[in-house]
């Protein structure tokens, strides 16, 4: 599939171009660093070179006005105003989503948004988002205003394998993060509920999470925490692409209150608590949560 806008495509060709290289890349870079990024999380190795690697050829073209990554505290400016001029972006990544996961050797992701406006914006401006999970294949799920696509990623390559993938009607799996005392009883009693209808899938990795729920329909959810109300995931970098990804494809996604896409946010780094997956099951959610 191709996208019509010549910068936006360029943006996701020059991403899944690199995605077989950062896998390979993953390799002598499991390490921690002594650093935190700008949410006070360990860095490790391959963050930061992942975010160097995109940032550098990100950054480079034309009609790519902003570069901002979870890794940096900073928007990287680029040249372009996305708020002023029609033909300039903002490109928001997470490099390595769930890079906790190295260590233990288990899937991860690269995500990224596309939007229209200046970051931090609103989800309702994205044109374009996707992500690479980095499984026994690589893989690329890509929303645009048109469809969602996936497909396989190897050699610099892209090979489509579904077009228009919707979320299937009747949800299978669900995953919630964050541990169980913390949740605020509102969600422990709908997760209760949960537990009886759907089946337990949860790696540890957003992206591994959302992408069962694609496959086989269901919710993933990191809520609000007692202890951290706002939730751990962060808006610009995973709420809003996951969010504009899934309701592509005919799902929902809430804050808790409303669709992620229309949360106005603050701050480049702000956090969320983040729900996606089958329409019914977010509504319910949203109810218990009233
Ligand atoms: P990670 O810290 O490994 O980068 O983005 C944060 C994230 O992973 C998500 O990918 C994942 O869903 C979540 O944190 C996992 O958090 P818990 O360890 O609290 O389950």
Known sequence: ??????????????????????????????GTVDEENPSGETQVEADIWADELLGDRLATIDGVGQYASEERAEVVDCGGDPDAEADAYAVAVDPLDGSSNLKSNNSMGTIFGIYDDAVPARGESIVAAGYILYGPIT???LATEETVSEYELTGGERTIVERNVTLPDEPVVYGFGGRIPDWPDAFQAYAREIEQELKLRYGG??????????TYGGIFGYPGLESRPEGKLRLQFEGNPIGYIIERAGGRSSNGRQSLL??????????????????DLIDRLEDRLE
């Open 262 to 279: 229309s949360v106005e946010p603050d701050d480049i780094h702000e956090r969320t608590p983040v729900h996606v997956g089958n329409a």
């Open 1 to 30: 599939m191709t996208v019509s806008d010549p910068v936006v495509e360029e943006v996701i060709a020059t991403i899944s171009r690199s995605a077989t290289e950062i896998r390979q890349g993953l390799i002598g870079r499991r």
């Open 205 to 214: 990795a957003m992206i591994g999470d959302v992408n069962q729920v694609l």
């Open 139 to 141: 893989t690329m799920v």
